[in-house]
Structures are given as structure tokens and as C-alpha cells.
């Protein structure tokens, strides 16, 4: 009896102090805590983070009126002009590049066409058919007025007069409405295309000497002096943000104000809204962009003083969770997170901090290999 009573006891001990040491690894989840309570402390010096490349980056508390979405910098309606070939013909000369600041009216370009020429003796033929028609006009209403020709006559000769007139004006909108300047020393058949409004050359699609067709895209225009802001939105953002509200763009230091929000959603599910820029820190049309909307008292937060703005790389994957690694005097210490929202440069996360702290940005993968090794 005693011998079988001695072979338990030497098998059940390792057991147990096995047991217990582990227990010292098991993070604070596995015993019961709620997941964004959940912490592991992993020491570290400072050569040790050196060696793993790890460096950190403050992170913010959120109001809890806060919410994260991705914009596209836009500029306004109107600020922005398309210029398209006329007719068929090449580019003689080109004047201006890309990134070229102009005024309106500015020489942008000499444009050869023989369509070009046409329609400018179209037009100098109607100019000289309107003043025939206008001295024809007129003698007969002397002839009428001395009692020589009958009234019916003067109101066909009116009647050729209106016609030529129409003739002119249509030819004269024709060339109009090409955008061109024409000098004499140019040619007949080339014109100067010249600049709509003042702005900078976004675009430039030709060269010297190349043959287009009509309607072929020739410089785009911006004026870039104002900027907007076009945000895709879910629904429940889009209900929870009305205009006024102000939009920061921290990555850039610039901000904004929301001027339109739509509450109907497109085929990707997405609604749509529009914030003009009120400060404009470093931002350049065309970019994308992360920005912080703060909605005017809309937004209530559950948890009250436990929402924080971090960077979105900071935040990584374990154990079906998303984590982040706080440092602190001995190290780091991992941290189970609430996900709210996130974007391509930050996060909104739920969790429970004392004061703002620092957390980990880079060196993530080795941190969670350290965490991984202690499972």
C-alpha cells in the first residue's frame, strides 16, 4: 500500500509544479477576463528593442465623438477644365508643360487644321453676306421711304438681311467655341489655344507635331487654390454626421468642414459626403487621404475615457483578436483591443489605459512571434 501510495505522489508532483509555472504565461483572457482587458507583459530593454527594430509612437484618446473614414482630396466643381481638339489637326507648337502655372487666356499651345481654315473663310464669307444684305437692306428702305418700290420688297430684302446675320453669328460661334486665339503671322489655318481660367496644367497629352482626331483630350486645367474633400461613408456613419462637422487630417496637418452629406447609399453600399478645406497643412489634389470626422454630440461612446486613436499599424492579430503592444519601464505589454474603426492610418480602438501611453509600430512581427512562443 505504501509503495503504490509513493508512486502517485512522485508522478502527480511534476504535474502540478508544471502547472503552476505555466500559469505564469497564461494571459489574463484565459482566465476569465473580458478580451480588451486582457494583457501579457513581455520584458524588454532598450538593446533588445534596438536589435528587433522596434519603435514606438504616441497614440491620443478619442471623445467618443469621433469617427474614422478615407477621403479623396478633389478639386471643387468649376475649378477644373478639360481642353479637347476641335477638329481633326496636330499640335505646330507647344508652349506650356505640365505643373506650369497660367492665366486665363494664356497661350497654351498652336493648333494646325485644315478644317480650321475652312472655317474661318466659312465665317469671313458670312461676314461679307451679312453686309450686302444690310446695304441692300438699306437702299431699298430709302427707295420705299420715296415711294418707288412696293413694302413687300423692303421685307424680303429685311428678310436677307436676318438670314445673312444668322449666317454670321452661327459661323462666328463656331470658332468660338473652339478656345482659339488667331494672329496673322500664324497661318490661316492655325490658331492659338489659350487658357479658360487661371491654374495650373494637370495634364498634358500631346507633342509637338502629333496628328489628334477631334475630341481628342488636350491639357487638363486646375485651379488648385481651393480643395475639397469627396468621403465614402457606411450608412451609419452617413446618419450620425451632419453638416458643419469638422474633419481633421492629422497625416497632413490640414482641416475641414463638412458641407454636404448624402444619406443614400450607391451599389458598393457606400454614402457620400463633400468637406471643403479650411486649413490646408501639406495636402495635394488627387491623394488619399485618412481623416478623423468629429461629430457634433451624434456619437455616444459605450465605454467613456477607454477610446483611443492609434496608429493602424500598431494594431496586429492573435488569437482571433486584434492586439497592440503599450511599452512601458520594463518593456511592452500586449493588450487584447476593441476594434471600432480603422483606415489605412489609423484605428479607433476600446481598451483600458491609466493616461496616454506609446505603443509599438514596428518590430510588430517579432513581438507577436515572443507572445506566440509562450502558448
Not at 449666317?167 to 496673322?184: C, H, I, K, P, Y
Not at 495650373?200 to 496628328?211: D, H, I, K, L
Request: hydrophobic share 45%.
Amino acid at each position: 500500500m505504501l509503495i503504490y501510495l509513493n508512486f502517485f505522489v512522485s508522478r502527480l508532483l511534476p504535474i502540478t509544479f508544471l502547472t503552476l509555472a505555466l500559469g505564469t504565461l497564461v494571459p489574463k483572457a484565459a482566465m476569465g477576463q473580458s478580451a480588451v482587458d486582457a494583457t501579457v507583459l513581455l520584458p524588454m530593454n532598450a538593446k533588445q528593442q534596438a536589435t528587433l527594430g522596434i519603435q514606438i509612437a504616441n497614440i491620443q484618446p478619442s471623445t467618443g465623438g469621433q469617427l474614422l473614414a478615407s477621403a479623396t482630396v478633389v478639386i471643387p466643381p468649376g475649378k477644373e477644365f478639360t481642353l479637347s481638339a476641335p477638329y481633326a489637326g496636330q499640335i505646330s507648337r507647344l508652349l506650356v508643360g505640365v505643373g506650369d502655372t497660367v492665366k486665363a487666356g494664356a497661350a497654351l499651345a498652336h493648333f494646325t487644321s485644315p478644317m480650321l481654315g475652312d472655317a474661318r473663310r466659312l465665317l469671313n464669307e458670312a461676314e461679307l453676306d451679312y453686309k450686302n444684305a444690310k446695304a441692300a437692306a438699306q437702299r431699298d428702305q430709302a427707295m420705299f421711304d420715296e415711294g418707288i418700290i412696293p413694302a413687300v420688297r423692303l421685307q424680303l430684302s429685311r428678310s436677307k438681311q436676318e438670314a445673312a446675320q444668322s449666317q454670321m453669328q452661327s459661323r462666328e460661334a463656331e470658332l468660338l467655341s473652339t478656345g482659339m486665339r488667331f494672329d496673322a503671322n500664324l497661318g490661316y489655318a492655325t490658331g492659338t489655344i489659350k487658357a479658360p481660367l487661371s491654374g495650373t496644367v494637370s495634364e498634358a497629352f500631346v507633342a509637338v507635331g502629333q496628328r489628334v482626331e477631334a475630341g481628342a483630350v488636350l491639357f487638363k486645367l486646375a485651379d488648385s487654390s481651393q480643395l475639397q474633400l469627396d468621403l465614402q461613408l457606411s450608412s451609419d456613419k452617413a446618419s450620425q454626421l451632419q453638416v458643419g462637422d469638422e474633419v481633421s487630417i492629422g497625416s497632413r496637418s490640414a482641416r475641414a468642414k463638412l458641407i454636404a452629406v448624402s444619406r443614400s447609399v450607391d451599389a458598393s453600399q457606400a454614402a457620400r459626403a463633400r468637406a471643403v478645406v479650411t486649413d490646408r497643412g501639406s495636402l495635394q489634389p488627387g491623394e488619399l487621404v485618412s481623416v478623423t470626422l468629429n461629430a457634433k454630440g451624434k456619437v455616444v461612446s459605450s465605454s467613456p475615457g477607454k477610446q483611443w486613436l492609434v496608429p493602424a499599424r500598431a494594431v496586429t492579430q492573435w488569437r482571433g483578436k486584434p492586439w497592440i503592444f503599450v511599452a512601458n519601464d520594463k518593456g511592452f505589454q500586449a493588450q487584447a483591443v476593441n476594434l471600432i474603426s480603422t483606415t489605412d492610418e489609423l484605428s479607433l480602438v476600446e481598451m483600458t489605459l491609466s493616461a496616454p501611453s506609446k505603443v509599438a509600430i514596428t518590430g510588430i512581427a517579432s513581438l507577436r512571434a515572443l507572445l506566440q512562443k509562450d502558448e
